[in-house]
């Protein structure tokens, strides 16, 4: 050990500590921090759109292509925002190793779910249109 | 710091971290509080909005469905609290950002941005609610 290092060779052996790629993530949460600040006011301006209309509307509206990359872009940029936010709140609160290990993969698993799923209806209503056998 | 303890050994006076039952109520760390609380409902937000795509995807029946839950009462007080955690957190974000540029740590200017913060975030919903039902985009 020398000067200013205070953890043992063995806590250092284990990679205990700072792993050294804690600045990632939190520039992910800052970057898509800005990028949100346009695409949620747009979020709020598209729901009061998109609220009084039928179906087949609500369709055309989102086969328009500002409003499908508009729509693309919140969810994307959301997701990755949520699953940061939430990891940074689990690494907080939940101390136990096992039970902080689930709960981060389920996070993940339920942001990356949930965008491919969003995305894939978004990109399909954008190219295809309503349902289609 | 260091004290004498009664065993004679001096211990370290440890600062201790904010947390709910040992820490004083202040603006602060409401808008603290309320940040992550926000955040999470929108969580829960984000999984409306990828679960109103797919119903869009999958047909009118699902879309149906979904949209006659999101205008029953209890789904309009959701709607109406995640509108409030849109603008709150985004005001809260924007606090944030400025805090990370170095500026804006001063006690009073702090607390200010706290209670704009809120204030914002009610106000800013009132008028989207109130523009959404003259416009009729809600009944």
Same mark, same amino acid.
């Given at each position: 050990?020398?000067?200013?290092?205070f953890?043992?060779?063995l806590?250092?052996?284990?990679?205990?500590?700072s792993a050294?790629?804690?600045?990632s993530?939190? $520039?992910?949460e #800052?970057?898509?921090s800005i &990028?949100l600040v346009? %695409?949620? *006011?747009w979020a +709020?301006?598209?729901a009061?759109?998109?609220?009084?209309?039928?179906?087949?509307?609500a369709? $055309?509206?989102? #086969?328009?292509?500002?409003? &499908?990359?508009m729509? %693309?872009? *919140?969810?994307? +940029?959301?997701f990755?925002?949520?699953?940061?936010g939430?990891?940074v709140v689990?690494?907080?609160?939940i101390?136990?190793?096992a039970?902080?290990i689930?709960?981060? %993969?389920?996070n993940?698993?339920?942001?990356?779910?949930?965008?491919?799923?969003?995305?894939?209806s978004?990109?399909?209503?954008?190219f295809v249109?309503?349902?289609?056998? | 710091?260091a004290?004498?303890?009664?065993k004679?050994?001096?211990a370290?006076?440890r600062?201790?971290?904010p947390?709910l039952q040992?820490?004083?109520?202040?603006?602060t760390?409401?808008?603290?509080?309320?940040?992550?609380?926000?955040?999470?409902a929108l969580y829960?937000?984000?999984?409306?909005?990828?679960?109103?795509?797919t119903?869009?995807?999958l047909?009118?029946d699902?879309?149906?469905?979904?949209?006659?839950?999101l205008?029953t009462?209890a789904?309009?007080v959701?709607?109406?609290?995640l509108t409030?955690s849109v603008?709150?957190?985004?005001?809260?974000?924007?606090r944030h950002?400025?805090?990370?540029?170095?500026?804006?740590?001063?006690?009073?200017?702090a607390?200010?941005?706290?209670?704009?913060?809120m204030?914002?975030a009610?106000?800013?919903s009132?008028v989207?609610?109130?523009?959404?039902?003259?416009?009729?985009?809600?009944r």
């Amino acid at each position: 050990m020398t000067g200013n290092d205070f953890r043992t060779p063995l806590s250092r052996a284990r990679g205990l500590g700072s792993a050294h790629h804690g600045v990632s993530g939190f $520039l992910v949460e #800052r970057t898509t921090s800005i &990028a949100l600040v346009p %695409l949620c *006011l747009w979020a +709020v301006y598209a729901a009061i759109k998109v609220a009084p209309l039928g179906y087949e509307s609500a369709v $055309l509206m989102l #086969r328009q292509p500002v409003n &499908a990359i508009m729509s %693309l872009l *919140l969810i994307s +940029v959301s997701f990755l925002h949520m699953r940061e936010g939430l990891k940074v709140v689990i690494e907080d609160y939940i101390q136990t190793h096992a039970a902080r290990i689930l709960a981060l %993969l389920l996070n993940s698993t339920l942001c990356w779910g949930l965008w491919s799923v969003a995305a894939f209806s978004i990109l399909r209503v954008a190219f295809v249109g309503g349902p289609v056998l | 710091m260091a004290e004498a303890t009664s065993k004679g050994k001096t211990a370290a006076m440890r600062p201790i971290a904010p947390h709910l039952q040992v820490w004083r109520w202040h603006v602060t760390m409401a808008a603290s509080i309320l940040t992550r609380a926000t955040g999470i409902a929108l969580y829960g937000g984000a999984i409306i909005a990828a679960v109103w795509f797919t119903a869009l995807m999958l047909g009118p029946d699902a879309f149906g469905l979904v949209m006659a839950l999101l205008g029953t009462w209890a789904g309009k007080v959701v709607l109406f609290g995640l509108t409030v955690s849109v603008f709150y957190h985004l005001a809260a974000g924007l606090r944030h950002l400025v805090w990370d540029a170095g500026a804006g740590f001063q006690p009073g200017t702090a607390n200010m941005t706290a209670v704009a913060a809120m204030a914002f975030a009610l106000v800013a919903s009132v008028v989207v609610w109130a523009l959404a039902l003259q416009t009729g985009a809600v009944r």
